[in-house]
């Protein structure tokens, strides 16, 4: 009997061996409430883990697992983020970057280049960097780099909702869900909402054809 399981192929530690290139990520960046986190990681150039994927494609548990094997092993790593009201003040998108390039600026190890999950970035002093659409499903350190990311944006909306439990980010860590918005429509924003996003859907005129 043959077994239909894949066999476990290991993604890539990095796109550029050799030169201590960082993989960074994201997260938070569609919630309507609490900073967006960011992470850079250099991994060991021979580092593999089975489990290691886009942070998005695993259970909670194997999460925060990955996240003590990657502070482990890691030849460095950091986490960075932007408060809501900086997300104000300059973008998401812009925000999102700079929580990156706060990550990359906490590193104990200076990279020799960048690699990034999704298409926009942009430059870090004279360090050479790329952008991987689905690179968190490409390449170990850009993978890394969204666990630890997830992990620790996950950590502080549990922390928030002790304070705001109305809300219930215990549950929807601060993404846009029906049982998130309705508690904003009963309670109203709290301090850690991004006022510049859309809190509330439209309320749609009987009159609009």
């Not at 690699?115 to 430059?123: A, E, K, L, S, T």
Request: aromatic letters at 10%.
């Amino acid at each position: 009997m043959t077994s239909s399981r894949k066999p476990f192929v290991p993604l890539p530690a990095c796109n550029t061996p050799g030169c201590m290139e960082a993989g960074c990520d994201e997260a938070g960046r569609g919630c309507l409430a609490g900073p967006v986190f960011a992470a850079a990681v250099i991994l060991p150039d021979d580092f593999s883990h089975p489990w290691l994927n886009d942070s998005k494609q695993l259970s909670e548990k194997r999460r925060m697992a990955l996240r003590d094997i990657i502070k482990a092993e890691a030849v460095a790593w950091a986490v960075a983020s932007v408060s809501a009201e900086e997300i104000d003040r300059v973008n998401i998108l812009r925000a999102s970057i700079l929580a990156m390039h706060r990550a990359l600026d906490a590193l104990e190890v200076r990279p020799g280049a960048v690699i990034v999950d999704g298409n926009r970035f942009m430059p870090y002093g004279d360090t050479p960097w790329t952008t991987f659409v689905k690179g968190d499903g490409r390449f170990a350190n850009i993978a890394a780099a969204s666990v630890l990311a997830k992990t620790e944006r996950d950590l502080f909306m549990l922390e928030a909702h002790s304070q705001y439990p109305q809300y219930a980010w215990d549950r929807n860590k601060g993404y846009p869900t029906a049982d998130h918005r309705r508690a904003i429509a009963e309670f109203g924003a709290s301090p850690l909402h991004r006022m510049s996003f859309t809190l509330l859907p439209p309320v749609q005129s009987e009159f609009d054809f």
